[in-house]
DNA sequence: TTGTCATTTAGTTATTTAGCTAAATTCCTA
DNA sequence: TAGGAATTTAGCTAAATAACTAAATGACAA
């Protein structure tokens, strides 16, 4: 069970997240936007499903995966208030 | 190079900031909160110190290492804003 | 300058990670 | 229900990571 810090140690999952961010997408569509493999891109999002930033949902012929940004924020909030910072969300845009 | 992230993704790591926090300490007396070997330790900091996270000083018989804030506030800054959160560092205490 | 303590380097091992291709699965659609 | 597209699983390889012990280095102190 790998812990949101190492799901983030990863460039492409970190990419992955950000591509999340305004809604889901594809297991495909995300894909498209990497050079490696769809099964190397399978388990990169098994990495971040594993750590809980990330939920797929069967619709249709395809799976979409959505971002689970509480997980984020609570793991981010965990570690910078040990450090002695503060994490902010803004308001949604409207 | 690891990059900030990878530093971040092992626990001891993680530990080894949060100790540094308050102030400089002894590559020893960090080792001594650890549960693994001193060459090991040795290996965390030295990724610690290629990420820019801390440095250490040659200070008597000893190495003193310090936390470099601002490389850990400049990581999380940016990765929190591609993600659409924001960071604020509370002023310190007088 | 020799001894001692602190730290790192060397060298080894086991495990994990990241990547690939090929095959299996799943789920729609015709 | 057969075909086809999307996704994951299986199985493999190469490289990176994390750990250890033992040896080397560095820096003070006697």
Do not use: E
């Given at each position: 069970m790998p812990s949101v810090f190492d799901a983030l140690s990863h460039p492409i999952r970190r990419d992955v997240l950000e591509l999340l961010k305004r809604g889901g997408m594809s297991a495909g569509a995300l894909a498209?936007?990497?050079?490696?493999s769809k099964p190397t891109m399978s388990a990169h999002f098994a990495k971040l499903r594993e750590a809980g930033l990330i939920q797929g949902e069967q619709c249709g012929g395809h799976i979409i995966y959505t971002l689970n940004l509480s997980t984020l924020e609570e793991a981010l909030h965990g570690f910078m208030s040990r450090m002695g910072m503060n994490l902010t969300i803004p308001e949604d845009d409207q």
């Open positions: 498209d936007h990497f050079d490696v």
